[in-house]
């Protein structure tokens, strides 16, 4: 059965953010390593263009999380933190995030990507030119790089997309190469 399936069986085919029925995909929540019905969730276009682009962030449509928050799917309890972490200066969202509880692991899970941080506080990831990095960009790889642990070399000019930064390192950054999952030095990568 495939994950789709899996989460519309576990959603009842809705968004398990705002409930709507149309336009519904998979979101793989990162930087989740483990990918799979644990670690994503079933969304609709509106709420995981919203999520992965904050600019068009609509308050009002969020207001929905009051009800998703309380979700047994941690994946969808992430979403609602990082959410409501994003819209604190709003009061509801404030009040829905005093109330909200997770699990220490669900918990450093979402603060992984830097939500709900200052931006004094935030670790900016740059490319090689100085770009800003952010998760679920796209990179490509600026030369030959040995994969420690492994025969394998990810070629120069090699497209990493959906990269995932570390928080607690500037020069790190995760994504998949082929089927494997390794940690680039972000100075050997160029934004897409």
């Known amino acids: 059965m495939d994950i789709q399936k899996e989460l519309e069986g576990r959603s009842g085919v809705q968004c398990e953010l705002c409930g709507t029925k149309e336009g519904l995909q998979v979101y793989e929540v990162p930087p989740k390593s483990t990918v799979g019905l644990d670690g994503s969730l079933l969304g609709c276009a509106t709420c995981i263009g919203q999520i992965e682009t904050p600019e068009t962030t609509d308050a009002n449509h969020w207001r929905c999380l009051n009800d998703s928050m309380w979700s ?3 994946a969808v309890k992430v ?3 990082r959410m409501l972490s994003r819209l604190k200066g709003e009061g509801w969202s404030q009040d829905l995030l005093d109330m909200m509880y997770l699990e220490d692991d669900a918990l450093k899970w979402a603060k ?3 939500e709900g941080e ?3 506080e935030k670790i900016i990831h740059r490319d090689v030119n100085g770009v800003v990095l952010q998760n679920g960009d796209s990179v490509v ?3 030959d790089l040995k994969v420690k642990g ?3 070399v990810a070629k120069q000019g090699t497209a990493v997309r959906r990269i995932s930064v570390d ?3 500037a020069e790190f950054i995760e994504g998949k190469v082929g089927p494997t999952q390794i940690v ?3 100075k050997y990568v160029k934004k897409l």
Request: net charge negative; proline share 0%.
């Open 141 to 143: 790889l600026i030369k």
């Open 167 to 169: 928080r607690e390192n």
């Open 79 to 81: 979403v609602a933190w």
């Open 150 to 152: 492994s025969s394998m």
């Open 118 to 120: 200052e931006e004094s």
């Open 112 to 114: 992984a990507t830097g």
């Open 72 to 74: 047994e799917h941690d």
């Open 184 to 186: 680039i030095i972000t």
